[in-house]
């Protein structure tokens, strides 16, 4: 037991047992270890974090895409919060039936609840290299069973064909749902 460790954390037994209500563990990914994904041939994932290393609280997954690149409207079951690190992503979400449009920079953060519809892609002329955070945890497995495994987090020169079913499957084992943004307004008359 370390010397910081807040007053109710641990129960220490007469023998000098700890006993913790959850793991209390600290977890640390190494620049470059993986696993690594190609998504839709144009976007490589690597995995920092999943629930396995954080008792399901989050996941933390880094991505590079093509200009151009990133997933149609969708409903995630978790809180997906972004960081970008280079380049640009243009988000839309879907706010009480009206869509907003973000554009989000290089250090810019954008943070969607659960179960809001929204869609990004990468709007500079380079590749974009972003953080994406969940919580709970789930995206990490979510690329795992989406995407195909790769070797290094390079993309490709040329793109692969995409296994669409894979995704599918991969939406529906996770709890994703695709769906439409509300249409515009018809402009008076």
């Known amino acids: ?7 109710g954390l641990f129960t220490v037994e007469p023998m000098g047992t700890n006993t913790s209500p959850a793991n209390y563990s600290t977890s640390h990914t190494r620049a470059g270890r993986g696993p690594h994904q190609l998504m839709l041939g144009s976007v490589t994932v690597s995995r920092l974090l999943d629930g396995d290393d954080t008792d399901g ?3 933390l997954v880094e991505l590079t895409g093509r200009s151009g690149s990133g997933p149609g409207p969708h409903i995630d079951p978790w809180r997906e919060s972004f960081y970008v690190v280079d380049g640009e992503l243009t988000f839309r979400v879907d706010e009480r039936g009206v869509v907003r449009t973000i554009v989000a920079g290089r250090g810019d953060a954008v943070s969607i609840p ?3 519809g929204h869609a990004f892609s990468v709007t500079s002329a380079e590749p974009a290299r972003y953080l994406i955070a969940s ?3 789930g995206i990490a497995a979510f690329f795992a069973d989406a995407g195909t495994p790769i ?5 490709p020169d040329d793109r ?4 669409r079913d894979r995704l599918q499957a991969a939406f529906s084992k996770h709890g994703l749902a695709p769906c439409r943004f509300p249409e515009p307004p018809a402009a008076e008359q």
């Open 1 to 7: 037991m370390g010397l910081c460790v807040p007053a």
């Open 57 to 59: 609280q989050l996941s």
């Open 114 to 116: 659960r179960g809001v």
């Open 135 to 137: 919580s709970p945890a």
């Open 151 to 155: 070797a290094r987090a390079v993309l």
């Open 160 to 163: 692969p064909v995409f296994d």
